[in-house]
Nanobody, 125 residues
């Protein structure tokens, strides 16, 4: 059974930093596209960053230069380092991984069918 469990969210002031983690079980994250998405209240869920099996990464324009996606293969854990946080970064953050050909979500060249439960990030001005 695949599980993705996020942690590391919280409340910070603008300009602060947080590091989100996503621990995978029953699933080898390094062999699949892994991504972070976020959803603000009243808005659609959008892709934030992706890391592909070949190690390449892509970021949404809104977070380029501030967020870094990475993974620890030994720990089977995905990370999102978020620096210079802004109030507009406030959202629920989800990690996601490719499940298979019936995935319903596409982002940055990959599809996603496994999702974590989310972790809340709140940035105050």
């Amino acid at each position: 059974q695949v599980q993705l469990v996020e942690s590391g969210g919280g409340s910070v002031q603008a300009g602060g930093s947080l590091r989100l983690s996503c621990a995978a079980s029953g699933y080898t994250s390094s062999s699949n596209c892994m991504a972070w998405f976020r959803q603000a209240p009243g808005k659609l869920r959008v892709g934030v960053a992706v890391i592909r099996p070949d190690g390449t990464t892509s970021y949404a324009d809104s977070v380029k230069g501030r967020f870094t996606i990475s993974q620890d293969n030994a720990k089977n854990t995905l990370y999102l380092q978020m620096n210079s946080l802004k109030p507009e970064d406030t959202a629920m953050y989800y990690c996601a991984g490719r499940a298979g050909p019936y995935d319903k979500t596409w982002y940055a060249g990959c599809t996603y069918g496994y999702w974590g439960q989310g972790t809340q990030v709140t940035v105050s001005s």
